[in-house]
């Protein structure tokens, strides 16, 4: 577990990587940052840590109250910093820091109050699909699906998706800033969809298809190898991959198959290979 430090309270700065953040909060009038943490399999006690500051952020796990609330405490969590607080940017930068490479923090800055907020994000890690007879977690706070998983969403449902938002910003698999605009609808102008959250046959294809593609990277080696693209795009491009393996009916043997050969079509090299395809 990486051990987290703080700066002394006298003379304190914001962290060099909250700087930018501090900048845009200032820019849309806001005396917060808001962020989902990711606490997935996190090697760290956040519940507690946050709790030990003083004053402790406002923070609530989002899968409370869901039907994964047995989960909540390693799930994702809605925490709320004040820039005036010195104790809690201090933590907030250490940790950032501590697990840049982990991709466990989703800011956004919103103006809406904190508890209408969590209630909107905890809306949105809840799916249904096939009329509702199934139904799973939505995992968009996740950094790595973020960018794709709130693309699926058009029109009426990415207004609302977007709502509260005036921006988020994240940190890519390259190690990039990114940011998206939101739509930034004031509280009282807002309606909350009455019924769950229904995606059709090609949003869950595209957010599965995509999971796929992570998870290849993972088991076939792809971050031993010398790609002359980033990962961000590398990721990009085995999803390409396998929604052309799925509209081939391709599986097992003929999909890995499929997919080895449209990486050397694709995925051009720049040095000879460390490690081969698993």
Same mark, same amino acid.
């Given at each position: 577990?990486p051990k987290? *430090?703080?700066?002394?309270?006298?003379?304190?700065?914001?962290?060099?990587?909250?700087?930018?953040?501090?900048q845009?909060?200032?820019?849309?009038?806001?005396?917060? &940052?808001?962020?989902?943490?990711?606490?997935?399999?996190?090697?760290?006690?956040? &519940?507690?840590r946050?709790a030990?500051?003083?004053?402790?952020?406002?923070?609530?796990?989002?899968?409370?109250?869901?039907?994964?609330?047995?989960?909540?405490?390693? %799930?994702?969590?809605?925490?709320?910093?004040?820039?005036?607080? *010195?104790a809690?940017?201090?933590?907030?930068?250490?940790?950032v820091?501590?697990?840049?490479? #982990?991709?466990?923090?989703l800011?956004?800055?919103?103006?809406?109050?904190?508890d209408? +907020?969590?209630?909107? +994000?905890r809306?949105y890690?809840?799916?249904?699909?096939?009329?509702?007879?199934?139904?799973?977690?939505?995992?968009?706070?996740?950094?790595?699906?973020?960018?794709?998983?709130?693309?699926?969403?058009?029109?009426?449902?990415?207004?609302?998706?977007?709502?509260?938002?005036?921006?988020?910003?994240?940190?890519d698999?390259?190690?990039?800033?990114?940011?998206?605009? %939101?739509?930034n &609808?004031?509280?009282?102008?807002?309606?909350?969809?009455? *019924?769950? &959250?229904?995606?059709d046959?090609?949003?869950? #294809?595209?957010?599965?298809?995509?999971?796929?593609?992570?998870?290849?990277?993972?088991?076939?080696? +792809?971050?031993k190898r010398n790609?002359?693209?980033?990962?961000?795009q /590398?990721v990009?491009?085995l999803?390409l991959?396998?929604?052309?393996a799925?509209?081939?009916?391709? #599986?097992?043997?003929?999909?890995?198959?499929?997919?080895? #050969?449209?990486l050397? /079509?694709?995925l051009?090299?720049?040095?000879?290979?460390n %490690?081969?395809?698993?």
């Open positions: 577990m987290l *430090t703080h700066q002394p309270a006298m003379g304190f700065e914001i962290p060099a990587c909250l700087r930018d953040l501090k845009h909060a200032n820019a849309a009038g806001l005396d917060h &940052l808001d962020m989902i943490i990711n606490a997935t399999l996190l090697d760290y006690p956040l &519940l507690q946050l030990e500051l003083d004053p402790p952020p406002l923070h609530t796990p989002l899968l409370e109250g869901t039907p994964e609330h047995a989960l909540a405490a390693q %799930g994702p969590v809605h925490v709320r910093v004040f820039w005036a607080h *010195t809690q940017v201090n933590w907030l930068g250490a940790f820091r501590a697990f840049d490479r #982990e991709s466990r923090v800011s956004l800055l919103s103006p809406w109050p904190f209408a +907020l969590s209630e909107h +994000l809306y890690t809840q799916a249904h699909w096939d009329k509702g007879a199934k139904s799973g977690i939505l995992r968009y706070y996740d950094n790595r699906l973020f960018k794709h998983i709130s693309g699926v969403f058009i029109e009426d449902a990415a207004r609302d998706f977007h709502a509260p938002v005036i921006s988020w910003h994240w940190t698999r390259d190690h990039k800033a990114q940011i998206i605009g %939101g739509y &609808l004031p509280f009282h102008e807002f309606t909350r969809p009455r *019924t769950p &959250l229904m995606m046959a090609f949003q869950v #294809e595209s957010v599965c298809t995509w999971s796929e593609a992570e998870q290849w990277e993972k088991t076939h080696g +792809l971050s790609y002359r693209v980033g990962k961000e /590398r990009s491009l999803y991959g396998h929604l052309a799925s509209d081939r009916h391709l #599986e097992g043997e003929e999909h890995r198959a499929f997919m080895i #050969e449209w050397a /079509r694709h051009p090299e720049d040095l000879p290979q %490690g081969g395809l698993a």
